[in-house]
């Protein structure tokens, strides 16, 4: 079919979704058939399992506390500043 959609899960890894959709929820056997890369869909035709392809589809995480932050290995161009402290009298 040419016009696909999707009915989003209120619920997706513990986490209320019902206000929040976002495209990275779609998992990607679906992504394929929402898409028309095939016509079959994944309920009826499970996709092959490949040794790298995660086995659970996460959430996008940018915005939170759990997003991937790199560890830079370049030297900080800004510094922060640290008032003086004066000794206890």
């Given at each position: 079919?040419r016009?696909?959609?999707?009915i989003?899960?209120?619920?997706m890894?513990?986490?209320?979704t019902?206000w ?11 992504h394929?058939?929402?898409h028309s890369?095939t ?18 589809h996460?959430?996008?995480?940018s915005g939170t ?8 290995t370049?030297?900080?161009?800004i510094?922060e ?5 004066t000794?206890?009298?």
């Amino acid at each position: 079919g040419r016009h696909r959609w999707v009915i989003y899960t209120e619920e997706m890894n513990g986490k209320n979704t019902f206000w929040e959709v976002d495209g990275s929820m779609v998992p990607p056997e679906w992504h394929r058939w929402l898409h028309s890369m095939t016509d079959d869909p994944p309920t009826t035709h499970p996709p092959v399992a490949h040794k790298y392809i995660s086995e659970n589809h996460k959430l996008n995480l940018s915005g939170t506390p759990g997003q991937y932050v790199p560890y830079s290995t370049t030297r900080k161009k800004i510094q922060e500043w640290v008032p003086p402290t004066t000794a206890p009298k």
